[in-house]
């Protein structure tokens, strides 16, 4: 459930927090107050398209903050499957930041995450409904998918098995025809695979060869650099050509400390460390004597060195960017090597296969089938009981159901939902004959069986009286609120009507602050709330007619909910 919403920079609304109720929470306002600014908000909660647009002008960022408590398990099995320690227990903070570089940062109780998995944890926590979803139940897929839901575990459980099994089948094709080539081809794929293995198992490559040899080259390139300055170093700590060495002033020093030591025995600390350090470059002049007397610089080598750099990048052009890059790719190539050698074997193997995957497709697809027809003959019943109920006595709801020329991974079935909404009317494709304020009807008719088995526990319903008024939005509105027993819901509308059903009451208006124009949200007092209703009506708070019939309003709502409840 949503229980805050804290709303800042975000278009109109410089800072805004909303408390939300369980039930049925209600926004309204006039014509361009900002009510779909609450929508759009959420809609960043939910991982919609960010937009800098959507900053306040004059501001560096906007930010929208939600805070949510579920029990859902599915949450909390997606929450383990990011590796996010969340406990559920404690609620869970989604918060969105967009910025003016276009830089928009997603975050679940203050730890930043993708914005896929703040997707995919927002699909279990809200379920907004607006115009654009009203257009997506033409199609005939998306009506299938509410079918599904509306079978239930069972249902979907066979649906997904189908899935399985239809990849399984789509896999096992692509692998056949990738083996069923031309001998021709077959022979050319050995042939190529076995020089790409020879060519890299001859260079006996190895880990960290081209390090080894890149620095090899670099020391020969150098190797004139590399002796003179050995040798200018042997000269300066040893020999001492043209100034005493360091040796050798380092022995005097010694020689000085030892006749000091016995007048004052605190010197004899530094005179041991000067006499290690003495030895120590006993140590270095060996070292560099050595380096000087090696014979390591064999011109012949750097280029065997350079042959074989060419070689090995030869090699990463082909095969890889790198040796561990070339040995994957050969070992690979054996592989696939290894599948062409057993290609006749496999070719059985697979056909086998496939005709094995393609029964038990079929088996399940029409299980699938028989599961869908009895789920449709409930929701039949169901859609014209919810549609009467929303002032549509005499509709007609059918399931037409017809084979698919192709399945596919959600069955054999194709179905389209067929509706009569007058008497003597024949059945029609929904797509072909919904009005606008019938569509409106018929997806809060959906949204309403949904609501028994879906699991998201907020609804959100933008503008649900959209090309319908007077009686039916009293309908309406008993719909929204026997949907909030179940469900929280958040409904933004211009109606009256559907208002006063509301267990809670949001106002959005605009004021003049310092000549600028923001969008305020105030939670409406009984008082506040029948003044709204009143000014929804086209009166306003001194029309006494309006203020009556808004109050009557008011009152048969809050009778007709006592009487749903009984």
């Known amino acids: 459930m949503l229980e805050q919403l804290r709303v800042e920079n975000f278009v109109l609304v410089e800072k805004a927090f909303l408390d939300f109720h369980p039930g049925l929470n209600i926004l309204t306002g006039e014509t361009g107050a900002g009510k779909s600014l609450v929508v759009d908000a959420l809609g960043l909660l939910l991982g919609e398209r960010a937009s800098t647009q959507y900053i306040r002008t004059g501001a560096e960022k906007a930010v929208v903050e939600g805070y949510f408590t579920s029990q859902h398990r599915e949450i909390a099995r997606v929450l383990e499957e990011f590796g996010l320690d969340v406990s559920l227990d404690e609620g869970l ?36 409904h607006g115009q654009n979803e009203q257009v997506s139940l033409l199609s005939p897929e998306r009506q299938l998918a509410m079918l599904d839901l509306r079978g239930g575990d069972e249902l979907i459980q066979v649906r997904e098995e189908v899935t399985s099994l239809f990849k399984q089948l789509q896999a096992a094709k692509r692998e056949l025809e990738s083996l069923q080539g031309s001998p021709e081809e077959r022979e050319k794929l050995l042939a190529y695979y076995r020089f790409q293995i020879e060519e890299i198992e001859r260079a006996q490559l190895r880990d960290g060869e081209e390090e080894e040899l890149v620095q090899r080259r670099q020391i020969l390139l150098n190797q004139e650099k590399l002796l003179t300055g050995t040798a200018e170093a042997y000269d300066l700590v040893f020999k001492g050509t043209r100034m005493p060495s360091a040796y050798d002033q380092l022995s005097q020093a010694v020689a000085k400390l030892e006749t000091l030591v016995p007048i004052d025995p605190s010197l004899n600390e530094a005179l041991v460390s000067t006499r290690n ?38 090699l990463k ?12 790719y050969k070992e690979e190539a054996i592989k696939k090597l290894a599948i062409l050698q057993a290609q ?22 029409q299980a699938l089938s028989h599961c869908r027809q009895e789920a449709a003959r409930r929701l039949e019943q169901e859609m014209q009981e919810a549609l009467r109920q929303l002032d549509m006595p005499m509709v007609q709801f059918k399931c037409h159901f017809a084979q698919k ?68 939005a009293l309908k309406v509105g008993q719909k929204l609120a026997e949907i909030a027993k179940s469900r929280q819901v958040i409904c933004i509308t211009h109606s009256p009507q559907i208002a006063s059903y509301g267990d809670v009451h949001f106002r959005l208006y605009k004021e003049n602050n310092s000549g600028r124009t923001v969008t305020k949200i105030e939670t409406l007092t009984d ?16 029309d006494m007619t309006a203020i009556r019939h808004a109050e009557e309003l008011i009152k048969e709502a809050s009778r007709e909910k006592q009487l749903s409840d009984c």
């Open 317 to 328: 052009r082909k095969y890889g960017g790198s040796i561990q890059e070339i040995v994957s």
């Open 344 to 365: 006749e074997g496999k070719l059985q193997q697979l056909l086998a296969e496939i005709k094995g995957l393609e029964n038990s497709y079929y088996r399940k697809a």
């Open 93 to 128: 903070l989604l918060s969105r930041e967009i910025t003016k570089s276009g830089r928009n940062v997603c975050r679940i109780n203050g730890r930043i995450i993708p914005l896929n998995m703040f997707q995919a944890i927002g699909s279990y926590l809200v379920d907004i």
């Open 527 to 542: 008082t506040k709330r029948v003044e709204e209703l009143a000014r929804m009506l086209g009166g306003g708070p001194t």
């Open 405 to 472: 020329d192709r399945p596919d991974e959600t069955g054999i079935d194709a179905m389209e939902f067929y509706l009569s909404p007058n008497l003597g009317e024949p059945l029609k494709p929904l797509a072909k004959i919904a009005s606008g304020g019938e569509m409106a009807r018929i997806m809060l008719a959906f949204k309403a069986i949904l609501a028994q088995v879906e699991a998201v526990e907020t609804m959100i319903f933008d503008e649900a009286d959209a090309g319908i008024g007077g009686m039916t």
């Open 277 to 314: 350090a003495l030895y120590q470059l006993d140590e270095v002049a060996r070292e560099l004597q050595d380096y000087l007397s090696m014979d390591d610089f064999d011109p012949a080598e750097l280029e065997t060195i350079t042959q074989r750099l060419e070689l090995i990048g030869d």
